[in-house]
């Protein structure tokens, strides 16, 4: 039925072909670069020597996006695209006058490219000016690799191509060549291709972006529609590129105060295959992850639980397509944009984990992502187990959207539980648009009915923002309603019957005078979010209002006051060390927090994030710290060292106390395939201790060894609670056909 609904809609919705002209109100026409055929095999070395190099036209001339928008870059960029019947090369030879500077420090799969020279790629392979392929790579060959989609507003940075790479140092500079099979991308059948690319330069000791198709520095190298042209790519015919990915694992257990291990073995299977040239279908029977990295504890000083991220795979993969809602805007703080927890549509922890992260065995699903024609497609359903108090579900998902011209769209999402037992189940279904004006205003709605029995009205929620994002002026409005009777069993939302309003804005001046002291830019803003119940009685206020500096080198520092207000119906223990102590009993409270941040340049070896508060806490006072201290004597090597400590005066009840989280995080890499990571966790207060070890081996092209440990312990001097000990092999391994 809902597919049914659909389909209807969206049939409904005439729209033009879009043009490049038309996507693009910036910049109407971009640069031009040819593929040449190789006609001898192209050893993908770093060296770029073979003849077919030389012959290829070169991509060059790139423009600064940042320090300084739309002059030339200060080292010169030469890049090449060779393509064969299988595989399209990409070459790059970045000059560099002083290359003994250039700065590498990560070489993992996925590496953070803000804190290092880099080179990036992206390829539009449909033309749509929306959607694209990123390829990353620094000075030491590291691989990095991810989805865009509707240029930027989803970005999946767990999708994963089998491709390879090879770097060179130079006496001034380095070589990239990269290697990318076709088979590993999507793109229309026919001899002729034209796409879209664009190619990015990070020089980190200037704190300098460069990009060939100029992009201006409010916007990144997502921004398709201001892309280049790839002109004279005849792949031969993708493959039908099936993956299929079996794993084995053996884990013994022994839960925390149990008396013994206990052993045990599964295994299960994940296939990918192309079922047509823009949509993928996805299999999973018996997912395990326990390979993934345990979720990091937060201190918690309010009355709502915390919000985790997902991390496992499956889930994380093409999520994007799933995602109701417009992205955060880009406030160069926090580099991947955040979803607004006052409601998350779909969030796919509710599959598979229990609100506590106890996992739920999950015997199998399918998922369908992609496009066709202008429609982008995501379709999911997933089986979930029985636990005590848990009924077993069956969880499904269907989005639908179609694309208009300058970079708008419009599109439907229908969700549903199906849960064993009579009367238990929940359904959600939706419309919503995002429309774009004259490439800098942004309109997105979002509007949804839910049914759930035993519940009578108030069963909707509907959000709408308008965002101008420009290069000195930005701003968003936006109201959010989610009703009384509103549940989503496929989403994330605090609380309902209530209706948000929020105001987020902000002026960036720059100015050589500034520069010439340290100061790239100036960014005063505010950023406010009230919340009032539907008959009209404020229940909540956080009122940031704050400027931040941001230094040449890529550090920056902030200041803000906040006032906040909280009305509480439920009361809740804010001592949640302490099983005795009182709770902040209902009703109103009022108070100001004073906060600075400070960050020194992340890309020099011994880097120091911290951020203060102080002022008032619910009935009393609080004096606040979280400091983390990264040292990275090679780019092998990271360590950091970080606490978490507040201390809290209550005069409601009278109470005085410490809440404090301390956290170790090291990661090693041996080469570009093999990794160690661990975390440990430690809360004197609570005298509770968690570690998790991962050593992690690519033995194959997207194939897998990870040996996992994991503890957990009370560490107090008379406890006689065994420690709750695991070790875990897995080991997976890749078969394409």
Do not use: C
């Not at 996507?23 to 040819?34: F, Y």
């Not at 030339?72 to 990409?90: G, K, P, Q």
């Not at 823009?278 to 937060?298: I, S």
């Not at 991390?311 to 955040?338: C, H, I, M, W």
């Amino acid at each position: 039925m809902h597919a049914l609904l659909v389909a209807a809609f969206l049939a409904k919705a005439a729209v033009q072909p879009a043009t490049p002209d038309s996507l693009s109100p910036v910049r109407r026409a971009g640069p031009v670069v040819t593929a040449v055929r190789a006609t001898s095999a192209i050893a993908v070395d770093g060296r770029l020597d073979e003849s077919a190099w030389q012959d290829a036209p070169v991509a060059d001339r790139f423009v600064q996006s940042e320090p300084s928008t739309g002059a030339d870059a200060t080292e010169r960029t030469e890049v090449r695209v060779l393509y064969d019947a299988n595989t399209l090369y990409i070459g790059a030879y970045l000059h560099d006058r002083e290359p003994q500077k250039l700065v590498v420090n990560d070489i993992r799969k996925d590496f953070k490219e803000e804190d290092q020279d880099d080179f990036e790629v992206i390829l539009d392979t449909f033309h749509d000016r929306r959607n694209g392929y990123v390829f990353l790579t620094n000075v030491e060959g590291a691989r990095a690799d991810r989805q865009v989609a509707n240029e930027g507003r989803e970005i999946n940075t767990n999708w994963d191509a089998v491709w390879t790479v090879k770097t060179r140092r130079l006496a001034d500079g380095w070589v990239a060549e990269m290697a990318i099979p076709f088979r590993a991308l999507r793109f229309e059948a026919g001899a002729g291709q034209t796409w879209g690319i664009n190619f990015s330069r990070r020089i980190r000791r200037k704190n300098e972006v460069d990009f060939w198709a100029p992009i201006p520095r409010e916007y990144a190298l997502t921004r398709l529609s201001l892309a280049g042209t790839l002109d004279g790519v005849h792949p031969e015919g993708a493959s039908r590129d099936l993956r299929i990915k079996p794993y084995a694992l053996a884990r013994t257990v022994r839960p925390t105060g149990g008396a013994e291990f206990g052993s045990s073995g599964d295994a299960g299977l994940d296939v990918k295959a192309r079922v047509t040239p823009g949509l993928t279908l996805d299999a999973t029977v018996n997912p395990d992850f326990a390979q993934v990295e345990a979720d990091e504890q937060q201190v918690n000083l309010t009355q709502f639980s915390q919000f985790f991220p997902e991390k496992r795979e499956f889930f994380l993969e093409n999520s994007g397509v799933f995602y109701v809602g417009d992205a955060a805007r880009n406030n160069r703080v926090q580099a991947p944009p955040t979803p607004d927890e006052d409601l998350l549509l779909f969030f796919s922890r509710r599959i598979g984990l229990t609100s506590n992260g106890t996992p739920i065995t999950i015997p199998g699903g399918v998922r369908l992502t992609g496009r066709a024609g202008a429609y982008g497609i995501g379709a999911m359903a997933m089986r979930a187990d029985a636990l005590p108090g848990v009924p077993a579900s069956t969880y499904s998902t269907l989005r639908l959207r179609r694309n208009l011209g300058n970079g708008s769209d419009v599109g439907v999402i229908a969700m549903g539980r199906e849960g064993s037992g009579n009367g238990n189940w929940n359904r959600v279904g939706g419309l919503d648009a995002n429309i774009r004006f004259r490439g800098v205003v942004d309109w997105n709605s979002f509007a949804v009915m839910t049914r759930t029995p035993g519940k009578t009205g108030g069963q909707y929620s509907w959000r709408s923002s308008l965002n101008y994002e420009g290069r000195f002026f930005h701003g968003k409005a936006a109201t959010l309603v989610l009703g009384d009777g509103f549940q989503d069993d496929l989403g994330y939302y605090k609380r309902t019957a209530v209706r948000k309003w929020s105001l987020d804005t902000g002026l960036r001046p720059r100015s050589a005078w500034l520069r010439a002291h340290g100061v790239r830019e100036v960014h005063p803003h505010i950023t406010w979010n009230y919340y009032e119940s539907l008959d009209g009685r404020t229940i909540g206020k956080n009122l940031h209002s704050g400027n931040t500096f941001f230094f040449n080198s890529g550090a920056f520092t902030e200041l803000s006051v906040n006032p906040r207000y909280e009305y509480i119906t439920t009361p809740f223990r804010l001592n949640r060390a302490n099983p005795n102590a009182a709770p902040i009993a209902a009703g109103g409270y009022a108070w100001t927090e004073w906060m600075l941040k400070w960050n020194t340049d992340l890309s020099r070896p011994v880097a120091l994030q911290l951020t203060g508060t102080t002022g008032g806490l619910w009935t009393g006072h609080q004096k606040s710290a979280h400091a983390t201290v990264t040292l990275r004597p090679t780019y092998r090597f990271k360590m950091q060292a970080g606490v978490q400590q507040s201390r809290i005066t209550l005069d409601r009840p009278v109470e005085a106390f410490d809440v404090t989280l301390l956290t170790g995080r090291t990661n090693y890499s041996f080469t570009t395939n093999m990794f160690l990571d661990a975390l440990a966790q430690f809360d004197p207060h609570s005298h509770l201790f968690n570690a998790n070890v991962r050593f992690n081996v690519i033995h194959h092209p997207l194939s897998d060894l990870f040996i996992v440990y994991n503890e957990q312990r009370i560490t107090t001097p008379d406890t006689h609670v065994a420690p709750g000990r695991s070790l875990i092999v897995k080991f997976t391994q890749m078969f394409a056909l």
